[in-house]
């Protein structure tokens, strides 16, 4: 009797490094809806910064360290995403396309956004921007999640530490303060908008998720053992 057939699987590196080695159905439009997203997120952290009434904690960081070395808040976005990556080794997070894509995407959108975006004194547009930023944030929250190919460098970070024992509420506490205090030391902008971020960004984006939420991949089904009664 013949050996039964088997699927090719991906390398055991990539299996133990990567939770979504293939890219689910349906490709096309879960790639449009993750660079949209991606895309999206960069233009509401270019919102709020050219609102100059306080960042996202992330970019208060970003801005800092722009502030300190002169290269831009989009090119410390990347840095600090491949330097996150190298902290999911020893917490054991699995990366996706997804969670790739975000390192280098938002920080491209970033500074092209800023460099599209004018920036204004008058205080209802800037009061605008920092609406439409938390807004767009959260469609945007919505779009790279719901397409399941991993969570951001950042979202890992959190994710590895509840892992440990903290809850995520903590844990997400934790780091957005601790990278806000050292962007604003650096000297990024910390004000109402930072603080408006931080408590709607989570009830928005919890709206926006399940509209944007695509199915999942189905299960691979368990491949035949050698030590399985014929």
């Known amino acids: 009797m013949s050996e039964p057939s088997r699927r090719p699987t991906a390398p055991p590196l990539v299996e133990r490094l990567l939770i979504t080695p293939v890219l689910p159905r349906p490709r096309l439009r879960r790639l449009a809806q993750l660079y949209a997203g991606l895309y999206l997120y960069g233009l509401s952290g270019a919102l709020l910064i050219r609102s100059d009434l306080g960042a996202m904690p992330w970019d208060v960081l970003h801005q800092g360290l722009s502030e300190q070395t002169g290269w831009t808040v989009g ?11 190298l902290l999911w080794i020893p917490l054991r997070q699995k990366a996706g396309l997804g969670t790739l894509s975000n390192v280098v995407v938002i920080g491209l959108s970033v500074d092209l956004s800023l460099w599209l975006l004018p920036e204004t004194g008058l205080l209802p547009l ?11 944030c959260a469609v945007a929250t919505g779009c790279y999640i719901g397409v399941g190919l991993g969570p951001g460098p950042r979202d890992g970070i959190m994710t590895g530490l509840a892992s440990l024992g903290l809850s995520v509420r903590l844990a997400r506490t934790l780091i957005e303060v601790t990278v806000a205090l050292s962007g604003f030391l650096l000297g990024g902008t910390v004000g109402v908008g930072t603080l408006v971020f931080m408590v709607a960004i989570g009830p928005l984006a919890q709206v926006f998720l399940p509209r944007m939420r695509m199915p999942e991949a189905p299960q691979r089904p368990p491949e035949p053992s050698d030590h399985q009664p014929s």
């Open 75 to 85: 090119t410390w976005s990347i840095v600090v995403g491949a330097l996150l990556m």
């Open 126 to 136: 800037r009061v605008l921007l920092l609406a439409l930023g938390v807004l767009v």
